[in-house]
């Protein structure tokens, strides 16, 4: 991966580009040197004319040769939440994902023997980690946070309902752990300084909890919580198409490259629900 520079917090985060349309190649008109001449004579003006058009056709189609075509990045037709999601998929196993490519850790999610001690760590270390997105958007470092405020996606008061209702069972709620306080800690640093990379993290939070982590929370229910429905796992709201035509291709390429972080600190606080 290549090494992170911080954004200046003059630059702004989101910004339009400008599409201009390239010039068209200039067709010049010459007068005819010789008027007297007959149009049918070799070499005369049509002759002259043929070939001034010949020659204007080879000068275009060589300007569009030496034009190097545009790039298209993996999923970029679709807008750039498609794209941040076919980065992600490439960080999945193809048990996780049918579109995965990485080899397999650990047991396939089917062989998993999850605890409630160790489930309860989990969603302590969510509740850390999404208390402090919203805390960041609620506070901005950069204004362009405010955006993300009230999406309908927060999850830290759903997670406070749900622990309070594994206490009222008699289970003992733990502290964070040092998964969800790295990750928290990473999140706020970033985003006092590198706007692009913490909303890259931001929006892969929530889309892995609103797919993959839905199913996993259905799952564990199976398993071990009499198919009970957490607060967790409930919902309104639509973060998508506040990523959509936002940032310019180098913001982007930016975001892009912090997905793997995301996606390691992420799994790093899923791996507690086997601990």
Known sequence: MSSLTPISQSQPLFTKTQLRKPP?????????PNPAAKSSSVG??????????TAVVVKATAAEAATPAKKRYPGEAKGFVEEM???AMKLHTRDQAKEGEKEAEGPPMAKWEPS???YLRFLVDSKLVFETLEGIVERPAFPEYAEFRNTGLERSENLAKDLEWFKEQGHTIP???SPGVTYSNYLQELSEKNPQAF??????????????G??????VAEKILNKKELEFYKWNGDLTQLLQNSWTREEKNHCLEETEKSFKFSGDILRLILS
């Open 24 to 32: 068209s190649t200039p067709i010049m008109v010459f007068p005819n």
């Open 199 to 212: 909303i890259c993290h931001f929006y892969n939070i929530y889309f892995a909890h609103t797919a993959g």
């Open 175 to 177: 502290e964070p752990s």
């Open 44 to 53: 005369g003006p049509s002759a002259v004319r043929a070939k001034m058009n």
């Open 85 to 87: 999601r076919f980065v």
């Open 116 to 118: 409630v001690d160790g």
């Open 214 to 219: 839905r199913m996993i929370g259905k799952k």
